[in-house]
T-cell receptor, first 114, second 113 residues
Framework: SQKIEQNSEALNIQEGKTATLTCNYT??????LQWYRQDPGRGPVFLLL?????KEKRKERLKVTFDTTLKQSLFHITASQPADSATYLC?????????????FGQGTTLQVKP | GAGVSQSPRYKVAKRGQDVALRCDPI?????LFWYQQALGQGPEFLTY????????KSGLPSDRFFAERPEGSVSTLKIQRTQQEDSAVYLC???????????FGPGTRLTVT
């Protein structure tokens, strides 16, 4: 069955450094991959979508890569700020569905210290 | 503009009670999804609507769970005879079409005692 794995351990970094989060998946060839941010007590907020034919995508201080050979996506936040502290979720479309139904990883919590 | 809203934000139910959770999606969004999120986990898919049609309910954990979207806008997730294992955050999301980014509501935290 399809499986998505994100680092379950929290990532602690110093302000100004680059945070790198990993999303690995198995038994799957997704057409795209999405990243969401979730703050405590709130619903996930969409950040970026990258398609299988795109190697890299950027939005302001965010950069996502998508390696379909390694079955991995990396999510980078450059010049990190304490306000970037949150849980980041990787999501892929369910393999047999074109409805947009998503399978989520368990999320990685990022803590940026001033 | 208004985002996705959900009510109530918090619900405490005694085991065996029925509950109804409401979702108001973004106006014009065709697709509506319900997810269940346990503490420390990512959201898990429950069911999907395209307009008023429920096209996928494969994630509903039991026949105690029922969802509807009768006019293709507001949706209600109903849980009958609640059990302790139903305690979770229930998230609603909407999108313009399938395959697009999803916009989530704040969720309803259900606690069954």
């Amino acid at each position: 069955s399809q499986k998505i794995e994100q680092n379950s351990e929290a990532l602690n970094i110093q302000e100004g450094k680059t945070a790198t989060l990993t999303c690995n998946y198995t038994n799957y060839s997704p057409a795209y991959l999405q990243w969401y941010r979730q703050d405590p007590g709130r619903g996930p907020v969409f950040l970026l979508l990258i398609r299988e034919n795109e190697k890299e995508k950027r939005k302001e201080r965010l950069k996502v890569t998508f390696d379909t050979t390694l079955k991995q996506s990396l999510f980078h936040i450059t010049a990190s700020q304490p306000a970037d502290s949150a849980t980041y979720l990787c999501a892929l479309p369910h393999g047999s569905s074109n409805t947009g139904k998503l399978i989520f990883g368990q999320g990685t919590t990022l803590q940026v210290k001033p | 503009g208004a985002g996705v809203s959900q009510s109530p934000r918090y619900k405490v139910a005694k085991r065996g009670q029925d509950v109804a959770l409401r979702c108001d999606p973004i106006s014009g969004h065709v697709s509506l999804f319900w997810y269940q999120q346990a503490l420390g986990q990512g959201p898990e898919f429950l069911t999907y609507f395209q307009n008023e049609a429920q096209l996928d309910k494969s994630g509903l954990p039991s026949d105690r769970f029922f969802a509807e979207r009768p006019e293709g806008s507001v949706s209600t997730l109903k849980i009958q005879r609640t059990q302790q294992e139903d305690s979770a955050v229930y998230l609603c999301a909407s999108s313009l079409v399938g395959g697009a980014e999803q916009y989530f509501g704040p969720g309803t935290r259900l606690t069954v005692t």
